[in-house]
């Protein structure tokens, strides 16, 4: 020890290089911890958001929501109870419309029927209103730093229908990328499917067993996460 102590007063420089080079990789490790929670955050911001507790897919989905169609004869013949809801997603580009400055960006539609549980007691609003008529749509508050206002007429993919946003929503993100909250009814529009496919999941805010959708498969909140491909990644 003593002469350990003596070494390093007679190279007080290269020690302290030494020293210095250990605290900036610790730093450096730090920095990609954070962004790699961060990013895996950001893949699952909604889903936590909606309370989910158990999800339900087409047995074909391989667990992916956005791949996922739920038809009608699918579900029981009595309808959702009020912890369950439909879900429906699909990919697209957000076109703003109507400025000089043309902004896009990619974003996850996420399809709701306004009397379940989700649109009704689950996207907690940082500005604006619900969306109340047909084509009126809340977004993540992320794109508001994109420059994005209340009051914005947007088009979603190459439609020709004009969405207008209403308001910013909190935690609405989905594997990395904003979320934009309309009906189901524009949903099967984007998705481009018939009246029989009516969503992509069912996601309940109490767990379920099997036999609530036996002919979905089922998967917990934490396995449900574990599948989304970006997670995969991160985590």
Same mark, same amino acid.
């Given at each position: 020890?003593?002469?350990?102590?003596?070494?390093?007063? #007679?190279?007080?420089?290269?020690?302290?290089?030494?020293?210095? /080079?250990? /605290? /900036?990789?610790?730093?450096?490790?730090?920095?990609?911890?954070?962004? /790699?929670? %961060?990013?895996?955050?950001?893949?699952?911001?909604? @889903?936590?958001?909606?309370?989910?507790?158990?999800?339900?897919?087409?047995?074909?989905?391989?667990?992916?929501?956005?791949?996922?169609?739920?038809?009608?004869?699918?579900? +029981?013949?009595?309808?959702? =109870?009020?912890?369950?809801? &439909?879900? %429906?997603?699909? +990919?697209?580009?957000?076109?703003?419309?109507?400025? #000089?400055?043309?902004?896009?960006? =990619?974003?996850?539609?996420? %399809?709701?029927?306004?009397?379940?549980? @989700?649109?009704?007691?689950?996207?907690?609003?940082?500005?604006?209103?619900?969306?109340?008529?047909?084509?009126?749509?809340?977004?993540?508050?992320? &794109?508001?730093?994109?420059?994005?206002?209340?009051?914005?007429?947007?088009?979603?993919?190459?439609?020709?229908?004009?969405?207008?946003?209403?308001?910013?929503?909190?935690?609405?993100?989905?594997?990395?990328? +904003?979320?934009?909250?309309?009906?189901?009814?524009?949903?099967?529009? &984007?998705?481009?499917?018939?009246?029989?496919?009516?969503?992509? %999941?069912?996601?309940?805010?109490?767990?379920?067993?099997?036999?609530?959708?036996?002919?979905?498969?089922?998967?917990?909140?934490?396995?449900?996460?574990?599948? &989304?491909?970006?997670?995969?990644?991160?985590?």
């Amino acid at each position: 020890m003593f002469l350990a102590l003596k070494e390093i007063k #007679h190279a007080k420089f290269r020690y302290a290089l030494i020293t210095l /080079m250990i /605290m /900036m990789i610790s730093y450096l490790v730090f920095i990609l911890m954070g962004m /790699m929670l %961060g990013l895996a955050d950001e893949n699952k911001a909604a @889903i936590n958001s909606w309370g989910t507790q158990t999800v339900f897919l087409n047995k074909n989905a391989n667990g992916s929501l956005s791949a996922s169609m739920v038809t009608k004869d699918q579900l +029981p013949t009595g309808g959702l =109870n009020d912890h369950e809801a &439909l879900v %429906g997603q699909v +990919p697209v580009v957000v076109t703003r419309v109507g400025h #000089h400055q043309q902004l896009k960006e =990619n974003a996850q539609v996420i %399809g709701l029927d306004r009397q379940q549980f @989700i649109a009704k007691n689950k996207i907690k609003l940082v500005a604006g209103h619900q969306a109340k008529g047909a084509h009126q749509i809340v977004v993540d508050e992320g &794109l508001q730093a994109k420059g994005y206002r209340i009051g914005d007429r947007v088009r979603l993919n190459s439609s020709q229908q004009k969405y207008q946003i209403v308001g910013f929503a909190k935690d609405a993100k989905l594997n990395v990328a +904003p979320v934009i909250y309309t009906t189901l009814t524009n949903w099967q529009q &984007l998705k481009g499917v018939n009246d029989q496919v009516i969503a992509s %999941g069912v996601i309940t805010d109490r767990p379920e067993s099997a036999k609530s959708f036996d002919q979905l498969s089922h998967y917990s909140a934490k396995d449900f996460i574990q599948k &989304l491909e970006s997670v995969k990644k991160f985590v």
